[in-house]
């Protein structure tokens, strides 16, 4: 199926089916991958965040044990997982405004960049990131109440505690060998960014396109952009040890300006939290 090719609903709703929903976590960057698409397309839509940990649980039951992850989207009465067999059905359903290039080559190059740094950058960040935050409580149970229930992010450093103990068992993020790997592939994953950039705005082409879009929402936990679900300005004196890391780093204020150009403030109405 050829995507960015059918005519846009109206109002914002999928044919037929009524609003949108999504199952997501406030902070995972697969997540803002979505919601980003989302606001660009100005598309409204119903939120469901479950608490992390169970939200495996509803991810199964949503997807009939095909995925075990959020984001989970239901659109047009099927249930999608994955970010980017959602994005690729949010552009069959809303094209405008284009997420994927009309030149063939140019969308293959889009989607091969999408690809590569989903399955190589993503993974990298969360294990690097946890990583840190592990050493950091305070910071880390800050972190955690952004992404969970208010009744869950009362519960202060209790919730951070469980924070650190599901992310030391679901992704070794207190191995200290699994995160000196994963941060050599954010910096490979940064090199390979700077090198396709060179001196251009823009990964592909001209203009804002998929691969953008993923790198930037992908590299937010590492880069902090205002505008993020969690950055430097909600985060004061946390995670120094990503500068660290990573240093300033061209594509790191590359994240930035993308977030500033592109991550388009959501109106209202357009994602509901239920209450």
Do not use: C
Not at 63 to 80: F, K, S, Y
Not at 117 to 126: I, K, N, S, T, W
């Amino acid at each position: 199926m050829t995507h960015g090719t059918q005519r846009a609903p109206a109002a914002g709703y999928a044919v037929g089916m009524g609003r949108p929903t999504l199952w997501h976590l406030p902070v995972s960057h697969y997540s803002e991958k979505v919601r980003w698409a989302l606001a660009l397309k100005r598309v409204e839509h119903v939120r469901h965040a479950p608490p992390p940990g169970p939200h495996m649980a509803v991810a199964l039951a949503l997807t009939r044990g095909r995925q075990a992850t959020l984001p989970v989207l239901r659109l047009d009465g099927r249930r999608i997982g994955d970010s980017t067999a959602i994005i690729a059905a949010l552009e069959d359903a809303y094209p405008d405004p284009p997420l994927y290039p009309a030149d063939p080559q140019e969308r293959r190059r889009a989607l091969a960049l999408e690809d590569d740094f989903d399955e190589q950058l993503g993974p990298a960040v969360r294990q690097g990131v946890f990583n840190a935050l592990a050493s950091d409580p305070e910071t880390f149970s800050r972190v955690a109440a952004t992404g969970a229930p208010a009744p869950l992010a009362r519960l202060g450093g209790a919730l951070g505690a469980y924070a650190r103990l599901f992310t030391a068992v679901r992704w070794k993020a207190s191995d200290a060998q699994a995160a000196t790997r994963a941060w050599a592939a954010i910096r490979t994953a940064l090199d390979r960014l700077e090198r396709e950039l060179g001196d251009r705005e823009y990964l592909v082409g001209d203009r804002f396109t998929i691969a953008d879009l993923t790198a930037a929402a992908l590299l937010y936990p590492v880069a902090l952009p205002p505008g993020a679900p969690v950055s430097r300005e909600t985060l004061p004196g946390g995670l120094d040890r990503l500068d660290a890391e990573l240093g300033d780093r061209p594509g790191l204020r590359w994240v930035a300006e993308i977030y500033r150009r592109h991550r388009r403030p959501e109106a209202a109405g357009q994602g509901l939290e239920p209450r």
